[in-house]
């Protein structure tokens, strides 16, 4: 006998996308901290405010948000898409529809991106300036288009 769920569907839809929010605000901040650190004097104190918050902003928003968005959009996988466990697995894979597949390649390469900005992050504190502001302004843009592109494979569901 299986005991009640403690969490609906909806919830976890609704938990999901709170925590995609979240996530990809903190990516689209991230990059802007990391052009006003290439921008700023080295050991200064506006390098050294913003090493501070952009730490902060890993560890309070970024981390636990990619860590509850990925939980809840395997939760979410495993309700919605998946449905019926006692099916072959070949079978439940053969009927995940195919924009699934491609929102999932894109959801890799925002967890990628946000490894790199991490890496970048660690490498800005040790006094690496690798990349220019021009750059990181530039790359910022990066987790919006990818999350128009998700949001809309998600709802339009085209193919």
């Known amino acids: 006998m299986v005991g009640p769920h403690f969490i609906t569907y909806d ?5 999901h996308i709170i925590a995609v929010l979240a996530w990809v605000s903190g990516l689209l901040i991230l990059p802007r901290y990391y052009a006003h650190i290439s921008g700023s004097q080295p050991g200064g104190e ?3 405010t913003l090493l501070a918050a952009s730490k902060k902003l ?3 928003i970024l981390a636990p948000s990619i860590i509850l968005a990925w939980a809840f959009g395997i939760f979410l996988f495993a309700t919605y898409i998946v449905g019926d466990w006692t099916r072959p697995l070949p079978e439940i894979i053969a009927g995940v529809p195919h924009w699934f ?3 999932l390649i894109f959801v890799l390469g925002l967890s990628g991106y946000h490894g790199f900005l991490s890496q970048e992050g660690r490498r800005l504190a040790a006094g690496e300036r690798r990349h220019s502001s021009r750059f990181w302004r530039m ?3 990066v ?4 999350a128009i592109v998700v949001i809309l494979l998600a709802t339009v569901e085209p193919f």
Request: aromatic share 10%; charged share 25%; net charge positive.
């Open 101 to 103: 597949w491609l929102k």
């Open 143 to 146: 987790p919006f288009l990818v």
């Open 139 to 141: 790359i910022g843009e």
């Open 46 to 48: 506006l390098e050294q």
């Open 11 to 15: 919830l976890a839809r609704g938990l």
């Open 58 to 60: 890993k560890a309070i």
